[in-house]
């Protein structure tokens, strides 16, 4: 029985280790991981977050002294501002969540055994533009926004 409690002691710091986070667009604080809980507190977008687990599309989060549910669209592993790597998978430490896209085709096995091609990454993000600079080069081709009424997007 001591021997189980002194493992417990030892592995508790572990499964209560917190992974930064930051919310990128404002959003509302809730008390469950679903779109009618209770509102708790309204976080602005940059608010540094501690991300406490995961269920469905939602995060749960300690924002200062208020622990509640975000939906997993409005936070990111990054500071805002940080530029993420071309080879950043998305795997959270603390959730142990992957993000995944494009793997059609692939077998589990096929996605084991990958393996990066780093030249190939250094060689894309030379190519690489600012925004302002995606901007201005739309302007001078006389390009505009458009929305995608279709699936509620947006310019």
């Known amino acids: ?10 592995w508790l710091p572990l499964l ?6 930051y919310i990128s667009e404002d959003t509302d604080l809730r008390d469950g ?7 708790l507190q309204p976080l602005p977008a940059a608010t540094a977050v501690e991300i406490r687990g995961r269920q469905g599309g939602w995060y749960q989060v300690q924002a200062g002294q ?7 669209s409005t936070l990111r592993l990054r500071a805002p501002g940080a530029r993420a790597g ?3 998978g998305g795997r959270g430490a603390a959730t142990q969540s992957v993000a995944t896209t494009g793997v059609r ?10 393996s990066p091609d780093l030249a190939a990454v250094d060689k894309l993000e030379t190519g690489a533009v600012a925004a302002a600079d995606a901007r201005s080069f739309a302007a001078a081709g006389s390009l505009q926004a458009r929305t995608d009424a279709d699936k509620g997007g947006s310019p």
Do not use: I, N, S
């Open 105 to 114: 085709g692939f077998g589990a096995g096929d996605l084991q055994k990958a």
């Open 33 to 39: 991981p679903y779109a009618d809980a209770k509102t």
């Open 86 to 88: 071309v080879l950043d």
């Open 16 to 21: 209560a280790a917190a992974e930064p986070g």
């Open 1 to 10: 029985m001591r021997r189980m409690l002194f493992a417990a002691a030892l």
């Open 66 to 72: 208020q622990q509640g549910w975000v939906r997993m």
